[in-house]
């Protein structure tokens, strides 16, 4: 093997290492943006959930003062 076809096949490699890193650079920054999605849809159902549960809790609390104490054994 000669010292120009050598340098050939390490660019070649070189280059073909380079498109690899370079789509899993695209493919991790796809994953980024879906998850980044993902994180703003479960916070707002978070959102909901505790205003539903503030609701549920406020409620209780209004009949819990509208009745009286069980007896005591």
Same mark, same amino acid.
């Given at each position: 093997m000669t010292k120009d076809s050598? +340098?050939?096949s390490r660019l070649i490699d070189l280059e073909q290492r380079l498109a690899?890193?370079?789509? +899993?650079s695209e493919d991790l920054s796809s994953m980024v943006i879906e998850q980044g999605k993902?994180?703003?849809?479960l916070q707002t159902q978070l959102a909901g959930v505790n205003m539903s549960l503030q609701d549920a809790l406020s409620e209780l609390g209004e009949t819990e003062t509208e009745e009286k104490p069980p007896p005591h054994y």
């Open positions: 050598e +340098m050939e690899h890193f370079e789509q +899993m993902t994180i703003t849809n």
